[in-house]
């Protein structure tokens, strides 16, 4: 038993390592990980200010803290190289796929469906997202102190060590912080309740509180996350069709894995007229839940299995509109599907008992095991870097303007800025109302020389919406580059009036003061950089300009020998100089 049982374990661990071993030689995509980590200045020193600042901000429409913590320890040892963080993330994974393991065998004393659920879950094409994406450390890291918390609930069922129950909160309150979809863990607890046939006496139901007061604060933290982005609103009646396709196409997706894609955009004119799938979608999901109701008549484990996918998916399935260009997602699988993968064990091993099916069944089980890892091993490609990742789901959907945003500005960052035009150009053929690609086709042109063109953009971008923070400081850059500062200014402090915190824009408005010969002002702008990042080079240098403007070229002098202690090159003539400026003025 114990040799079947370590057996199992490793072969779960190896199958998993080596269909995702291609994520090794991935670097970063420009789909968040730019936000949550490469730009992002929060992961680049651990400190009490930046910890304040992880815990008390939204990254990309989420409250991920602890996820932002994680990049931060990574940074702060291994810089951006790209291997480590995707290795982190598959280590977290096989992890996971330890825990799923344990759950199961715990939950019903099987090897065997312990065994199969933790290796389809392992191996599963769904996952390649949530591992092969760095910025999906949160689902992996979030999954993990998921899993861990109902082993350790299990645990207190089974011994009623009140530390085991003490530990099983912590770690959701860990998962929590790494990601809001955690919310769900209380249901789940009611439902292993109900699997161990538990009574729901008062006391059972009252160890539960301390797990939804958490659960509320972190539906409270992802309401206010997603009120950060746009998405779409549609009646409650489509709100039920779509929730209703979401459910069915995850289900699907989840048994059998095909016509998969990185992204899944909103279907053209959802609004006015879905496809006929959508309205045949809610009759699909009535059927599934009726033949798991019926199922309970011979077991009570199809039913577990399915009641774990609605409840740990409905944070994400349309119920209440997800902000984004996405209908769907395959990360969002990663707990939701170990519920339907448990179903799918349990009758490979009904099947399996019986002496006529059992070779059938273990072949069947090997073939699919090897479609999905083959599967798996094929898509971890895709996320290469972001040239690969778009021209995957352009493949897949032609018309997506977020695709083609995505990729031109893939090709902007490249430098190639013919090819980055064409796609933003592309974008907005599709979607006139596009304001991000009129933005990036607006630094596209700017990059190129083509400054008309350029402004005429950046313009078009404020005007389809007000509030572009982005567009605003873009134009303002462009207006400084033509020597046209004092309208620089006016953009800069627009942007400063809705983002307070825009650094750059304090750096760029003092400058802009600075060539207008107001150095008071500019090194006010400097100074409110320096108070939130007092080693900002950028800063420190110009407010030395600024210094040496109003003749003040002691606290000119000050500044640049900070930048010299922080490395920064500095040429020994400008100390000579300002040092010769100070015996001068003392003269």
């Known amino acids: 038993m114990r040799y079947i049982f370590i057996g199992s374990i490793v072969v779960i661990l190896i199958a998993t390592f080596f269909s995702f071993i291609p994520v090794l030689n991935n670097g970063f995509v420009n789909w968040d990980d730019d936000i949550l980590l490469t730009r992002n200045p929060d992961i680049r020193q651990i400190s009490l200010s930046r910890l304040k600042n992880i815990f008390s901000s939204f990254y990309g429409g989420t409250y991920?803290?602890?996820?932002?913590?994680?990049?931060s320890v990574e940074y702060r040892f291994f810089g951006k190289d790209p291997k480590i963080y995707h290795l982190t993330n598959l280590l977290l994974h096989i992890l996971n796929c330890l825990s799923v393991f344990l759950l199961v065998f715990f939950l019903t004393k099987n090897i065997t469906i312990a065994f199969i659920t933790a290796l389809l879950f392992g191996i599963h094409p769904l996952r390649v997202e949530s591992v092969a994406w760095v910025t999906e450390r949160k689902d992996v890291l979030y999954a993990f102190f998921f899993f861990t918390s109902l082993l350790l609930y299990l645990h207190y069922i089974d011994s009623k060590r009140l530390c085991c129950y003490i530990f099983s909160i912590i770690l959701f309150l860990f998962s929590f912080?790494?990601?809001g979809m955690a919310m769900t863990l209380p249901f789940v607890l009611l439902l292993i309740d109900w699997f161990r046939a538990r009574k729901f006496e008062r006391s059972v139901l009252l160890e539960k509180i301390p797990f939804f007061v958490i659960a509320i604060i972190s539906a409270v933290f992802a309401i206010l996350a997603q009120q950060t982005l746009k998405g779409h609103t549609f009646s409650f009646f489509k709100n039920i069709i779509i929730s209703s396709y979401t459910l069915v196409f995850y289900l699907s997706r989840i048994i059998l894995p095909v016509g998969?894609?990185?992204?899944y955009p909103f279907p053209l004119n959802i609004a006015d007229k879905p496809p006929l799938v959508f309205f045949l979608a809610p009759f699909i999901?009535?059927?599934f839940l009726g033949l798991i109701i019926m199922s309970r008549r011979r077991t009570n484990k199809i039913l577990f299995g399915g009641l774990f996918f609605i409840i740990t998916i409905l944070p994400v399935a349309q119920i209440i509109p997800v902000a984004g260009p996405e209908i769907t997602a395959n990360r969002y699988t990663y707990i939701p599907s170990v519920g339907i993968l448990f179903i799918l064990a349990y009758i490979f091993f009904v099947l399996m008992k019986n002496r006529n099916l059992r070779v059938i069944a273990i072949l069947g089980l090997i073939v699919i095991a090897g479609f999905y890892s083959s599967q798996t091993f094929k898509r971890c490609r895709?996320?290469?870097?972001?040239?690969?990742l778009w021209n995957e789901v352009l493949k897949r959907y032609p018309e997506s303007p977020h695709a083609y945003n995505q990729r031109g500005l893939a090709y902007l960052e490249r430098g190639s800025y013919t090819r980055a035009i064409g796609d933003f150009s592309r974008a907005i053929a599709i979607n006139p109302d596009f304001a991000g690609s009129y933005n990036n086709r607006g630094i596209a042109y700017r990059a190129a020389g083509r400054y008309g063109q350029a402004y005429n953009d950046f313009s078009e971008?404020?005007?389809?919406d007000s509030s572009f923070v982005d567009a605003f400081y873009n134009r303002g850059n462009l207006l400084m580059k033509v020597g046209e500062f004092s309208r620089a200014i006016d953009d800069y402090s627009y942007v400063l009036k809705i983002r307070?915190?825009?650094?750059e824009a304090y750096i760029n408005r003092g400058n802009a003061y600075g060539r207008e010969g107001e150095y008071q002002r500019a090194i006010e702008d400097y100074n409110r950089v320096l108070e939130i990042e007092p080693d900002n080079s950028r800063a420190l240098y110009n407010r030395a300009v600024a210094?040496?403007?109003?003749?003040r070229y002691k606290d000119a002098l000050n500044d640049i020998r900070r930048l010299k202690n922080l490395g920064y090159p500095v040429e020994p003539d400008i100390i000579d100089i300002l040092k010769k400026n100070i015996q001068g003025s003392i003269k």
């Open 500 to 503: 307070p915190d825009y650094l």
């Open 461 to 464: 971008a404020i005007f389809i």
């Open 260 to 263: 998969l894609a990185p992204f």
């Open 64 to 71: 991920i803290p602890l996820t932002i913590l994680s990049f």
């Open 382 to 388: 895709f996320w290469k870097d972001s040239i690969t």
């Open 547 to 551: 210094y040496y403007g109003l003749g």
């Open 285 to 287: 999901f009535i059927l």
């Open 177 to 179: 912080l790494a990601k």
